[in-house]
């Protein structure tokens, strides 16, 4: 494949990503070209005082070109109300009435503003560039009969094999044939360890295998990876808008003309009905209309959710705009799902009674028997022996629904249900009241029995993930209430519910977890963490849907933000994240209204001019987008 072949499949943004410089750019060149008439007009003032006007007026004219263009597009279109409008009426003004001067320093230092923004943009986008460049663009393809090929990247497809040796990313979305290794996924997951992984793993691609040679299956062609995804979704989160952003645009559109009509009524009022100075009230007005430029508080919302998402990207959190960002922060009630979310759906063994010699031999000869099945509750035991010598067991075979047997050391060995064997053999008081108590602890018990005798008891359950209680103290600290939803029976739900203090509502169908949301909904905004599954009506009903799944498909395409990380550590981080890019937001709307005011009155009384309004507008344009970039620099590593 040809290496432009290989760049059409790259996503979009990676195309960009070796974008021009800013002074490539139509806003740059505006720059430019406004800056060095302006440098030629002050040139010729100096040396030519009486050509003054002139060169200004050139200067001016020239470059309020482009901006004219602008407002006669948007006029046709239907929107003559335009920041293009203001400012070309302004600097024609401004050479009307003999300040040519001004109005060459309002069309440089707008241009620099519009600059500013495209900056902003760019810098918001950066890092999610940078993820187009971490997917390899060749990789190691295992073909029939075992030979290895060097091929590109870009031509794999699902079902092939490829190698991925120490130190090398992973070219594609798969998973781990053979092979184990530790797997940095900091580029995809944000997760700053490394996680070991093996056969039947998930890997994403962009991942780097640091210590081991895997053999990985190819699941999704790199231009449908989970890095392609994340991009895309970055890209698209402009089209959906937050409300704060829709209530700027709209107020836009209605502030422009007000702003027009101030501007001529303060330019011609005073000389009709008092006999003022005309030049003099001709100069307010169009200073009026340099205030009214709403260049900051236009760019106020879209560069602070625009960094805000790109943060979130980095750190593994996916929002799909500036809607579900917003939204996140007036959530009063989170809903979790229980399996898979809560907990990390992989039972556990969590108690081992030794009946009969000690808890590591009963652990091993439970192993053994169950080393014949591929039972979730074998793997759990399984898991639990790791580490341990087992003794050779032969001749497996599974009891459907009661046990499995196996022939250990000579002898017959069971793991059964407590069912099984009570009718094997009588168990005694004391080891039915131990069953009886771990199992309205909400967990699974087995019996290992030798023979028809009891050998020990185990118990499972699919416990919290580890960092529940945390994610839960969290938010109660952010006044979130918490409250969790799920189909399991009332009492394996109320044991995890009574460890982490969680209202729990159980045994629910879909239907019932829809119906739960709606009724939570009555409190206020409710967001709902799910895997993007099972729970995808409860997802899509709630005001926000997060889902986990590690950038499933379903996760990223049935919910409103989706954590890349494994578990649901991110879930808080979502909520300081939004709450953080509002407190930015309505800084920057407050700077930038609050400074129109200002020189508003100013300048109406006389105080200032149009000088002091153009640096003011340009000043707040700045600041505004400075404060909007902090976002890009978001600590997510602050758990208060």
């Not at 969290?474 to 029976?489: H, P, Q």
Request: net charge neutral.
């Amino acid at each position: 494949m040809t290496t432009e072949a290989r760049t059409r499949q790259r996503p979009s943004v990676g195309r960009r990503a070796a974008g021009r410089p800013w002074y490539g750019g139509a806003k740059g060149r505006l720059v430019l070209t406004t800056g060095v008439l302006l440098t030629l007009g002050t040139l010729l003032a100096l040396l030519f005082p009486a050509s003054a006007r002139w060169s200004f007026s050139a200067a001016t004219l020239v470059g309020v070109w482009p901006l004219a263009v602008k407002a006669a597009r948007g006029a046709a279109r239907g929107s003559p109300f335009t920041i293009n409008t203001l400012i070309t009426l302004a600097a024609l003004g401004a050479v009307a009435i003999g300040e040519a001067a001004e109005g060459a320093i309002v069309v440089f230092l707008f241009a620099i503003g519009e600059l500013l923004e495209s900056v902003a943009a760019g810098r918001a986008r950066s890092s999610i560039r940078e993820l187009a460049r971490l997917a390899p663009s060749n990789a190691l393809l295992i073909e029939e009969g075992g030979t290895i090929r060097e091929v590109g990247a870009a031509s794999l497809e699902a079902g092939q094999l490829v190698q991925v040796r120490p130190g090398a990313r992973i070219p594609a979305d798969g998973r781990v044939v053979e092979g184990d290794s530790a797997i940095d996924e900091s580029a995809v997951t944000g997760e700053s360890i490394a996680r070991s992984k093996g056969a039947g793993e998930q890997v994403f691609a962009g991942s780097i295998s640091t210590d081991g040679t895997l053999i990985v299956r190819v699941e999704q062609p790199p231009s449908q990876s989970a890095i392609a995804r994340i991009i895309q979704l970055v890209e698209e989160a402009e089209s959906h808008k937050a409300p704060v952003r829709r209530f700027i645009d709209s107020f836009s559109r209605v502030y422009t003309p007000v702003a027009m009509l101030l501007a001529a009524l303060v330019a011609t009022m005073p000389p009709l009905l008092a006999g003022a100075s005309l030049e003099a009230w001709v100069y307010r007005g169009l200073a009026i209309l340099l205030i009214a430029c709403p260049c900051a508080l236009v760019l106020s919302v879209p560069a602070a959710i625009t960094s805000a998402i790109s943060a979130g990207a980095r750190a593994g959190l996916l929002l799909k705009g500036g809607a579900a960002l917003e939204a996140i922060g007036t959530v009063v009630t989170v809903a979790f799902d229980k399996t898979g979310t809560i907990t990390s759906n992989a039972l556990q063994v969590t108690d081992v009674i030794p009946l009969r010699g000690d808890a590591e031999e009963v652990v091993a000869l439970a192993a053994a028997v169950e080393s014949f099945s591929s039972h979730p509750l074998a793997a759990a035991i399984s898991r639990r022996a790791a580490g341990l010598e087992l003794p050779l067991a032969s001749a497996g075979r599974a009891i459907a629904g009661q046990a499995a047997s196996a022939i250990v050391n000579g002898q017959n060995y069971s793991v059964g249900s407590p069912r099984y064997a009570s009718h094997t053999s009588p168990m005694g008081t004391q080891v039915e009241l131990a069953i009886e108590r771990l199992e309205e602890e909400g967990k699974t018990v087995v019996v290992l029995l030798e023979e028809h005798t009891p050998r020990g008891i185990l118990a499972v359950r699919d416990e919290p993930r580890p960092e529940a209680s945390e994610v839960i103290s969290r938010l109660r600290k952010m006044g979130v209430a918490t409250v969790m939803l799920t189909g399991d029976n009332s009492r394996t739900a109320a044991s995890v519910a009574d460890r982490l203090r969680l209202e729990v509502r159980a045994e629910l169908l879909p239907e019932e977890k829809l119906r739960a949301i709606e009724v939570l909904a009555r409190r206020g905004p409710v967001a709902m963490v799910g895997d993007g599954i099972n729970d995808a009506p409860a997802l899509a009903r709630a005001n926000v849907g997060i889902a986990i799944g590690a950038g499933t498909d379903v996760a990223l395409e049935s919910a409103d933000a989706a954590l890349l990380r494994e578990g649901i550590g991110g879930v808080p981080d979502l909520f300081r994240l939004s709450r953080a890019t509002m407190r930015n937001i309505r800084q920057n709307i407050g700077f930038a209204l609050g400074l129109k005011a200002l020189f508003l009155v100013t300048t109406l009384l006389g105080i200032t001019g149009l000088w002091p309004a153009i640096l003011a507008d340009t000043g707040a344009t700045v600041l505004v987008t400075s404060n909007a970039l902090r976002l890009l620099r978001f600590d997510f590593g602050d758990r208060t």
